[in-house]
């Protein structure tokens, strides 16, 4: 079967950095996807991998290792209005978005 | 960037009445649009894959008689919830891709349906 896995939920300090995981196994890998998502509210995009390597965009960078089946999202420079779940979700062999739990992002001051 | 937009962002009917959700994409063609739901804590479940002027492809588990949904022109798509029952009620959003293959997909706001 398809699966997603990511923490449930993680913790982190403002101005800090914070790693998000996922892994994956899917019936085929067309790219893999991070959204935000703060409560009550539809995903916004975050980052698209399909390669290999680091794809950084302002604080978020994304990573992804097909070999492996993992990517991470890294946060930097934490500030509050980050706190919102993030959603990992791969498109499989028909484009179809398979979708992670979603982890939950809480930041203390 | 690409806009879609959904009408009403919130509704609150009675048991047994139906309810139509619009997904609209503002700025561009949708040739591919998708329904989801998401219950509180979860996430995003897909109901539907619609394309325009062919039925919607339902996800296992999603009843198409219940959840009717129409694809009419590549700017609009409907979700109609028949007979809502309090079960119904959670986050339902919609997602519109232009072209193929997906490359991203551009969500509306959601609308929050409650049956009561």
């Known amino acids: 079967g398809q699966n997603i896995d990511q923490p449930t939920e993680m913790t982190a300090t403002e101005g800090a950095i914070v790693q998000i995981n996922c892994t994956y196994q899917t019936s085929g890998f067309n790219g893999l996807f991070w959204y935000q998502q703060h409560a009550g509210e539809a995903p916004t995009f975050l980052s698209y991998?399909?390669l290999d390597g680091l794809e950084e965009k302002g604080r978020f960078s994304s990573f992804l290792s097909r070999s492996k089946g993992y990517s991470y999202l890294l946060l930097k420079e934490l500030q509050m209005k980050d706190s919102a779940s993030y959603l990992c979700?791969?498109?499989?062999?028909?484009?179809?978005?398979?979708w992670g739990a979603g982890t939950k992002l809480i930041i203390k001051p | 960037g690409a806009v879609v937009s959904q009408h009403p962002s919130w509704v609150i009917c009675k048991s047994g009445t139906s309810v139509k959700i619009e997904c609209r994409s503002l700025?561009?063609?949708?040739?591919?649009m998708f329904w989801y739901r998401q219950f509180p804590k979860q996430s995003l479940m897909l109901m539907a894959t619609s394309n325009e002027g062919s039925k919607a492809t339902y996800e296992q588990g999603v009843e198409k008689d219940k959840f009717l949904i129409n694809h009419a022109s590549l700017t609009l798509s409907t979700l109609t919830v028949t007979s809502a029952h309090p079960e119904d009620s959670s986050f339902y959003i919609c997602s519109a891709m232009e072209g193929e293959p997906v490359n991203e997909q551009f969500f509306g706001p959601g609308t929050r349906l409650t049956v009561l």
């Open positions: 700025d561009f063609q949708a040739t591919t």
């Open positions: 991998n399909v």
């Open positions: 979700a791969v498109s499989d062999s028909n484009y179809q978005l398979i």
